[in-house]
Nanobody
Framework: QVQLVESGGGLVQPGGSLRLSCAAS????????MGWYRQAPGKQRDLVAA???????NYANSVKGRFTISRDNAKNTVYLQMNSLKPEDTAVYLC?????????????WGQGTQVTVSS
């Protein structure tokens, strides 16, 4: 079975930066898309950023120019560099990955990491 381990969340002041990491482990044959979602209390879970195996990326309009998604395929890890953070960025951030394991393709989710932006 595959698991995703997230790290890097925390409390930061507006204008500050955080770097989230999500590492996939287990019997992994390949990883296609990886991405980050976020969900604030009472809100829908929305895509923040995604990166394909070939390196193409997609970002939510609200984070374009401030966030950067990247991946290290050797480590099966996806990162989210978050700069110029705003209070509106406060949410639980969840890692997602499309992974081939012994059972075939499946979508995996991390447990989430809290990001709080406040002064």
């Amino acid at each position: 079975q595959v698991q995703l381990v997230e790290s890097g969340g925390g409390l930061v002041q507006p204008g500050g930066s955080l770097r989230l990491s999500c590492a996939a482990s287990g019997r992994i044959f390949s990883i296609n898309n990886m991405g980050w979602y976020r969900q604030a209390p009472g809100k829908q879970r929305d895509l923040v950023a995604a990166i394909a195996s070939g390196g193409s990326t997609n970002y939510a309009n609200s984070v374009k120019g401030r966030f950067t998604i990247s991946r290290d395929n050797a480590k099966n890890t996806v990162y989210l560099q978050m700069n110029s953070l705003k209070p509106e960025d406060t949410a639980v951030y969840l890692c997602n990955a499309d992974i081939v394991d012994y059972a075939g393709w499946a979508h995996y989710w991390g447990q989430g990491t809290q990001v709080t932006v406040s002064s």
